[in-house]
């Protein structure tokens, strides 16, 4: 049996993910409307600012506290921002299709 079939990780989860998307809705919203809004540039710009930030993966109730500090952490929200802002910048000006 492969290594993958023995455990479950499913069970990892990246509050990053979370941050990013709630950030990129914050972001979007005062975006101009000629900004493309399809599944291909949304989920284009949440993986190039996925990229740009520190992961925070968590699997336990531990997991989740530390997460939950570090999300709080005024130089890691920065660097989120920053982040999807230039994700933002990125696919606005070559969108992830014709």
């Known amino acids: 049996m492969a290594f993958i079939d023995e455990y479950d990780f499913d069970l990892l989860k990246n509050e990053a993910e979370v941050l990013v998307i709630r950030e990129m809705e914050y972001q979007l919203k005062s975006e101009s409307e000629d900004m493309c809004r399809c599944n291909e540039c949304i989920v284009d710009i949440a993986a190039i600012a996925l990229n740009g930030v520190k992961p925070l993966y968590r699997f336990s109730l531990l997991g989740t ?29 070559n969108p992830a299709h014709d």
């Open 65 to 93: 506290l530390y997460a939950s500090q570090a999300m709080t952490e005024r130089a890691y929200a920065n660097s989120v921002k920053q982040a999807v802002a230039q994700a933002i910048k990125k696919v606005k000006k």
